[in-house]
């Protein structure tokens, strides 16, 4: 009876976090500088049918970095989404290399699966859920 529970409670809330799909804010993985970004994801402003994603804080190995010069720009843009749990169709912008990645995105649970690809090859970061 136990395992039921258990695994009806986590059915649950796996379809709660794809009914509300990978809006919200996601910490990225710690960069080779000790640093991260949070990104908030939620519709975009030109297509709210669409998916894109700010760059709304940032840490070093210190704290805070307020002063964050890619502050409020998109990482993420025009990402579709399938069926909530999968997005497509997008790009990514990479601020450590200037370089921007066809993209694509899939949410499990408060992971969100990110990647950017070059032709075939796709390389990528697992964001955790901040809020």
Wanted: net charge neutral; charged share 30%.
């Amino acid at each position: 009876m136990r395992r039921l529970i258990l695994g009806v409670t986590i059915a649950a809330a796996s379809a709660m976090a794809i009914a509300g799909g990978a809006d919200g804010v996601w910490k990225t993985e710690v960069g080779d500088d000790g640093g991260y970004l949070e990104v908030t994801i939620g519709p975009c402003e030109s297509d709210a049918s669409k998916t894109c994603g700010k760059i709304s804080n940032a840490f070093t190995d210190k704290g805070a970095d307020p002063k964050y010069k890619y502050m409020g720009k998109l990482m993420i843009k025009e990402m579709k989404s399938d069926d909530g749990a999968n997005y497509s169709g997008g790009t990514i912008w990479d601020p450590e290399h200037d370089k921007t990645y066809k993209s694509k995105m899939h949410l499990k649970g408060d992971v969100l699966d990110v990647e950017g690809c070059v032709s075939i090859i796709c390389s990528g970061q697992d964001w955790k859920r901040v809020k």
